[in-house]
């Protein structure tokens, strides 16, 4: 994959020895403020914490986890995980997070290209839902594009620190 400035970005299946790249991606992006639920004093993962997290991914057959690699180095990555229902089962949803750096370079749609393709090839998977911000408009975006719909939003879903309050707006793809 080449990046509108000429990187070479790779696609991987996660492996236990990334735990700590993907720890300190995440929070980087918690330390922002802007795009993730948690806020940095309340979120306390380990390495060890995000090892286990990575094992049963793994284990699971209707989940995954892919990660963004330039020059050896994790830059992003993206996890799916389905419901344990078993009426359930045919759906999941995806988060994804990118060091800042390499956002806006088409990392993140690759990644998602990536997710959506093995999610057309598995068996039971059918929809792939996700969840963001109403503020991130950029990512909102980016998902219509891949032919993510709105099917609904959580109107103040989620309040910050200053009294404002922000919906959660949720969108899915049927891949089957």
């Not at 299946?13 to 720890?23: G, K, N, P």
Request: aromatic share 10%; proline share 1%.
């Amino acid at each position: 994959m080449s990046s509108k400035q000429d990187h070479k970005v790779s696609i991987r299946t996660i492996r236990v020895e990334d735990a700590e790249a993907i720890l300190q991606i995440q929070r980087e992006v918690i330390s922002e403020h802007d795009y993730f639920i948690a806020v940095s004093k309340e979120f306390n993962k380990t390495t060890e914490d995000h090892q286990e997290w990575i094992r049963n991914i793994l284990k699971h057959e209707r989940e995954t986890m892919l990660v963004a690699e330039f020059d050896g180095n994790v830059v992003g990555w993206i996890v799916f995980r389905s419901q344990e229902r078993m009426r359930m089962h045919h759906t999941g949803s995806f988060a994804i997070m990118l060091q800042k750096e390499w956002r806006n370079k088409g990392i993140g749609k690759f990644m998602i290209h990536e997710l959506l393709s093995w999610a057309e090839k598995h068996p039971v998977i059918e929809k792939v839902t996700l969840g963001t911000f109403s503020t991130n408009t950029r990512a909102i975006e980016l998902y219509k594009k891949l032919g993510f719909i709105e099917e609904g939003r959580k109107v103040r879903e989620f309040k910050f620190g200053n009294g404002e309050y922000v919906d959660d707006v949720l969108m899915y793809k049927l891949v089957k």
